[in-house]
């Protein structure tokens, strides 16, 4: 029984539907019949009955199933299955590039040119600077060392200068370069106490002073051991004078 009840479980609308059918088309067929003879029976007109024509046959009705749209019927006992939803890729977005922004013009500004100035004229022709000599390169002297060059730096010879000094008696003394082989721009004085000035007389000089070995101190040269090589009335001055027009 239970196996009747699977098997008509199988069975499809579609079969039921075309089942149904051929058994209509079947009572149809019979219940003619029988109407048929009936007729005859009750009228007695056999012989005319079979004069008549042979009735027509009818076909049978061509049955079109009407799809619908419930899903097919499932047979006991089958396991249905899990509906599993398809993935829809969804597309990755095109990126729109974005729009190159346009540089802007970088606006030129002017650059003020400065209008050169003339270089001022020196108000001397000669200048000079001043240094006092370290106790190993003094050694216990007690002179100006004087050098006039140009503005090359070569010593310049025959160029005259004069020392003039104050204290006691007072006085001044004329040197020219050229006078000392270590440099054709040198000349030299000999100090002792005072205070002493000096300048160049080709032109137009600066006066450097005042100088003075009147310093009440010792210095040691360490090279030789000269524990006076500065010391009082004993120290010396370079003074160098520049050609500058």
């Known amino acids: 029984m239970n196996r009747l009840k699977s098997e008509v479980a199988t069975i499809t609308d579609q079969q039921w539907t075309v089942l149904i059918s051929l058994l209509t088309l079947v009572n149809m067929v019979v219940l003619g019949g029988l109407v048929w003879l009936l007729a005859i029976q009750s009228s007695g ?3 005319i009955v079979l004069a008549q024509a042979p009735a027509t046959r009818t076909p049978y009705p061509t049955f079109t199933p009407t799809p ?5 019927a499932t ?17 990755t977005p095109t990126e729109i590039p974005s729009a190159t922004p346009i540089p802007t013009k970088t606006p030129i500004r002017a650059t003020r040119v400065p209008i050169p100035t003339d270089t001022p004229t020196p108000a001397f022709d000669y200048v000079g ?27 310049i ?30 000349t030299d004085f000999a100090m002792f106490k005072g205070s002493y000035y000096i300048e160049v007389l080709d032109g137009l000089s600066e006066v450097i002073g005042p100088i003075s070995p009147d310093i009440p101190r010792n210095e040691m040269c360490a090279e030789t051991d000269n524990g006076v090589a500065n010391s009082l009335y004993h120290y010396s001055f370079e003074v160098i004078f520049t050609k500058v027009r």
């Open 129 to 155: 600077t001043v240094r006092q000599l370290t106790p190993c390169e003094n050694a216990g002297k007690h002179h100006i060392f004087a050098y006039v060059r140009d503005q090359a730096g070569s010593g």
């Open 45 to 47: 007109g056999f012989p």
């Open 68 to 72: 619908t749209g419930s899903p097919p």
């Open 75 to 91: 047979p006991l006992g089958t396991t249905v299955p899990t509906w599993t939803p398809s993935v829809t890729l969804t597309p």
């Open 157 to 186: 010879p025959g160029i005259k200068m004069r020392v003039s000094w104050r204290g006691g008696n007072g006085g001044e003394a004329i040197l020219t370069t050229g006078t000392k082989i270590e440099d054709p721009g040198l």
